[in-house]
């Protein structure tokens, strides 16, 4: 089975600069997608980024981009610029190239402060 | 249009009630979720329906029955639920299964409570 990790449960950033969340995750699969989710509070979740695990440059989507370790199981989300927007809870997803059976990480609560 | 809606946005029910909460999309998609989430956690995989036949049942326990009727809509039957079934309902769709372009898009989910 496979599993998501995010190993940082809250993170903070100020407004402008540039935070990382990471994420790990563990399969014998070779074809996979991976996703970033963001889940404002009280607000609905919405897809970031995504990559394909056959890709080997990095997704980027605007001030978000991604640092993907298909070697080393790690798909990084690192938002530039960060906005009040920004807050929310970041879920790391894993999903078969062959269902959609996605599995999410535990969530990083990211704050941005002014 | 690429908006999941869903019905009702809070519901309170008793262990002995029946309900249904009911999830639709307008956007084409052949493949519809439900996820259930708790306070702080991340959204569990229940069943998924694709071409509006039963694809994955997570061991879902039998008092929660769903059901497809069309390609846009999807339903989710709860009877003789308990308390800690309380959680926030998710429901989901996608152009199909696999794949990244099938990007799941999410509603914006029901907030359970049970008596």
């Known amino acids: 089975a496979q599993t998501v990790t995010q190993s940082q449960p809250e993170m903070s950033v100020q407004e402008a600069e540039t935070v990382t969340l990471s994420c790990t995750y563990d399969?014998?699969?070779?074809?996979?997608?991976l996703f970033w989710y963001k889940q404002p509070p009280s607000r609905q979740m919405i897809l970031v980024i995504r990559?394909?695990?056959?890709?080997?440059q990095n997704a980027t989507e605007n001030r978000f981009s991604v640092n993907f370790q298909k070697a080393a199981k790690s798909f990084s989300l690192k938002i530039s610029d960060s906005q009040l927007g920004d807050t929310a809870m970041y879920f790391c997803?894993?999903?078969?190239?062959?269902?959609?059976?996605?599995?999410f990480g535990a969530g990083t609560r990211l704050t941005v402060k002014p | 249009d690429t908006e999941v809606t869903q019905t009702p946005k809070h519901l309170v029910m008793g262990m002995t009630n029946k309900k249904s909460l009911k999830c639709e999309q307008h956007?084409?998609?052949?493949?519809m979720y439900w996820y259930k989430q708790k306070a702080k956690k991340p959204p569990e995989l229940m069943f998924v329906?694709?071409?509006?036949?039963?694809?994955i049942n997570e061991s879902v326990p039998s008092r929660f029955s769903p059901e497809c009727p069309n390609s846009s809509l999807l339903n989710l039957h709860l009877h003789a639920l308990q308390p800690e079934d309380s959680a926030l309902y998710l429901c989901a769709s996608s152009q199909g299964l696999g794949g990244a372009t099938y990007e799941q898009y999410f509603g914006p989910g029901t907030r359970l409570t049970v008596t």
């Open positions: 329906y694709s071409y509006e036949k039963l694809s």
């Open positions: 956007m084409g998609h052949r493949a």
């Open positions: 399969t014998s699969e070779n074809n996979y997608y």
């Open positions: 990559q394909e695990a056959y890709k080997q």
């Open positions: 997803a894993f999903m078969n190239s062959n269902n959609n059976d996605m599995r």
